[in-house]
């Protein structure tokens, strides 16, 4: 036969896109259009229908960068078409733009109730009856990334100019061929999936001639009246059944919507709002179609914003065809919130499913936050999770993750069955290619058969389409290709997990080979977190403490209310720092918001504590007891409790403008103002000088805010410059200023030491004006250190500090809660932060045969994109240098930097709540019980990685106590003695104890 393969494929290629698509509708009319352009911020449906509406026309520009025009359309269907499938098709000036990232709406009819999205690619609405009415609610969201990642000015409605961005293109009623359309269906994906296949295949070849015939058998001039004769050419190729052994595709429809990101979070309610409907209309056209939605918080929005789309929800799950999943309030960070507010993200998520739909989440759905921490595990299980998802692994640069289902072992040995889905996207759209690229990326052949598929568009392209869903009726059991079958991620984890109990075991943490900048990038937001996440423990303690102690009333609605802002800005789009500046300053306006707040809880509650008086008081809320130097005194305060200042005074600090020694550590400060020496327990800490400032250029290749690219370390400049060194602290606390300037910023660093103890602080200011820069600091340590420790939620992770592997090489910038520490047998050295996150360590030998390894805190940066201004302006920082350093050191002073002392005057010291006699136990959160019944909640966990036994205290009448888990639910009881309670924890483990008094 001769080889006229390519020439059919050509032809076919022609036909689909230019006659065959085009003629999906029968006929068309054009509507009547006005419209209300909104003056500033988006309005409720009820002002809309109430506004003065003027004549508009097809063709007219509309919609300055983030406005909103509510158009009226309305028209009649012909009588002809009356009882057909007809609808509305809207073109508001789309472009050929990803979905999701330029202008959308959400159609109403007359009365006001919502129906659909239109979106790019879904951009129909359903009519019936005579006649046409419906109010379109259009949202002028610019295309932030339309130059790539070139910086713009489009990221702030304040900067983003006043130029209508859009051409208002097309509002018609319509007649849907069916015909037709179903014909365009079978014809893409027979073409798609010939188009994987082998030319050596007969199955392609097949394909090909029965596709041929279908042409043949298409009048070009009469397509709708052909297009059923054709279809029946393909039958019988459609109808060929799959391989035995074909994959199987475990498909649910889905919509990544991101919180905040290139858009503000007002704007993500309405996109939620959008595709919601968009949604919840498809699931009554095709009944097998499920979707599955993370993120409590988009709901919340939806049920305070959208009633009727959430009562439309609230029935879809009843029906099985909406699956709540994930389980999280949204889908965070997964690296760089706190413990405790990991612990709430799962609490807060899964509580809004089990009180709003009686539904409990399994799963942990996270497909596209940048790294995964290895405390997840253990907080997954003790949520109730059973099961991990996430895709964003596949986006490594240099190591591919070895397994696409595994057991997910975390730091304290417990194991969560995870999937990570081959089809490596998490917005498929069932294109022949991604169905072939999914099997055949799929690691665990042999041993499962199974993967999951989430499809549909996101960011506000509408979610899935009638299209994917057409596709997956086909694709159900096809000769060529897998077999989809769309069901609930639970369903795809109980089958995965039956056929492949013994699955591959990956542990420790999933660190992304991307997007390592966002450790780092917008400081501010990144500080406005940890502190939040401290004051909020501070809050609870305090509150609880004197709710048992006195009649205090303990605020459940304000913790539960700022618990979620802080929890919201976790989103990770937010707190990794890659959203627009319009986020960024929102989000800064919400912490200091939620700072006043809890301020004011703290200090009601520490004055209740002290009662009238006059003593001065000082009230510790870390974990350990501390000494601190106050009015010149060292005091003495316990655990989670309080002291009366001493007013013996304290050793002075030995302080020039170039030393500071207060009898446990001697600093040495050279005339460039570096730490020359640090000597601490007999012997020089520091290899080279210290604290010393290096400014890198910092242009990543691709993702300015995300990614800090290795090439980064090659060229530097120390800062060494001084402006002035100065005396600024004697007595019991010694300090000394150290002043810089250079390009357009200046940095203000405060170094001081107080009595009693080896720490060494950096208060530091930093004025910043720099561009496509980052700042580290380095403390270049003389210590033989194979590893280094970082803090993590609930514990910490070792990572190398060579770079043998490739996965070694790829971990060049890591990220670490309150602390890092290195250590050789015998001796070690923490540096700790109270606001930033990134950190780069490693060793060299030297030419005498001692090892350095360089600790470095990366301090701030400045990328372009999406924010042009990102970190422009005041820092404020502490980092510390704490010598001779355990690990409990390290965890107790992460504790005391971030949860400064606080005082209050009053008659009173009250008793600790809560109080462990090991310090390995480690108290991370005390509250009253959420349900409200008065119960105490105590959150431990083991700190140091080994085994633990302590005895847990309190200071009121506990009458029972059980274990519980996260959403504090019993899990066992637990026994109290006259003594206290006895626990014994295993390396890391975290416990919930539920006392009730
Ligand atoms: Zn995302």
Known sequence: MHDDRRLVEDRLARMLTTRIAPAKYAGSCPLEIEVWHVPDEPVPVAEALAADYEPFAVGQRWGAPWSTSWFRIRGAIPKEWQGKRVE?????????????????????????????????????????????????????????????????????????????????????????????????MDVEVLSQLMHQLSTSDPRRHEILRALERALDAIDVADISGTAATAR????????????????????????????????????????????FATVTALAQEYPEFIFACSQAQQYAWIKEHQPIIFERIAAAVKAGQWAPVGGMWVESDANLPGGEALARQLVHGKRFFLDEFGYECEEVWLPDSFGYTAAFPQLAKLAGARWFLTQKMSWNQTNKMPHHTFWWEGIDGTKVFTHLPPVDTYNSEFSGKEMAYAVSNYLEKGRGTTSLVPFGYGDGGGGPTREMLERARRLRDLEGTAKVTIEKPSEFFEKAHEEYPDAPVWSGEMYLE??????????????????????????????????????????????????????????????????????????????????????????????????????????????????????????SVPASGAAVVSTVDATEVTVTDRLLDNGLVRITVDDNGLMTSVIADGREILSSPGNLLQLHPDLPNFWDAWDIDAHYKRRHTDLTNVDSINVVSTGAEGAIEVVRSFGSSRITQVISVRAGSRRIDVRTEIDWHESEKILKAAFPIDIHADRSAAEIQFGHVYRPTHTNTSWDAARFEIYAHRWVHVAEPGYGVAVLNDSTYGHDIGRVSNEDGTTTTTVRLSLVRAPRFPDPYADQGKHVMTYSLLPGASISDAVAEGYALNLPVRSARGATIPDPLVTVDSDAVTVEAVKLADDQSGDVIVRLYEALGGRASAVVKTSFPVSSVQAADLLERPLADASVTSEGIPVSLRPFQVLTLRLSR
């Open 88 to 184: 509305a098709v809207i073109d508001l000036g789309f472009t050929k733009a990803q979905a999701g990232f330029q202008a959308e709406a959400l159609a109403h009819d007359l009365q006001g109730r919502p129906i659909k999205g239109i979106a790019p690619r879904n951009d129909h609405v359903p009519l019936t009856g005579d006649v046409v009415g419906l109010l379109i609610e259009a949202a002028a969201n610019p295309d932030v990334q339309e130059n790539g990642m070139q910086p713009t000015m489009l990221g702030d409605k304040e900067t983003a100019g006043k130029d209508p961005l859009y051409v208002f293109t097309a509002a018609d009623v319509k007649l849907l061929d069916e015909d037709v359309w179903h014909l365009q």
């Open 232 to 275: 029946a050419e393909l039958t019988e190729v459609l109808s060929r059944p799959a391989h035995a052994s074909a994959h199987k595709l475990s498909a649910v429809g889905h919509a990544h919507i991101d919180s905040a990101w290139l858009w503000p979070q007002r704007e993500t309610i309405r996109k939620t709002a959008r595709t």
């Open 514 to 635: 991307l997007h390592r900048a966002t450790y780092t990038s917008q400081a501010r937001t990144k500080a406005g977190n940890r502190r939040s996440e401290h004051l909020l423990r501070e809050a609870e303690l305090w509150a609880a403490t004197a709710a048992v102690h006195g009649d205090f009333e303990y605020p459940y609605e304000a913790f539960d209310r700022l618990w979620k802002v802080v929890l919201l800005h976790q989103f990770h789009d937010i707190l990794p720092g890659s959203s627009i500046a319009w986020v960024h300053k929102e989000a800064e306006a919400k912490y200091a918001a939620v700072a006043a707040e809890l301020q004011a809880i703290t200090n009601a509650a520490l004055s209740s504590l002290a009662g009238s008086g006059d003593q001065r008081l000082i009230f510790n809320t870390s974990p350990r007891a501390r000494s601190e130097v106050i009015d010149g005194a060292l005091t």
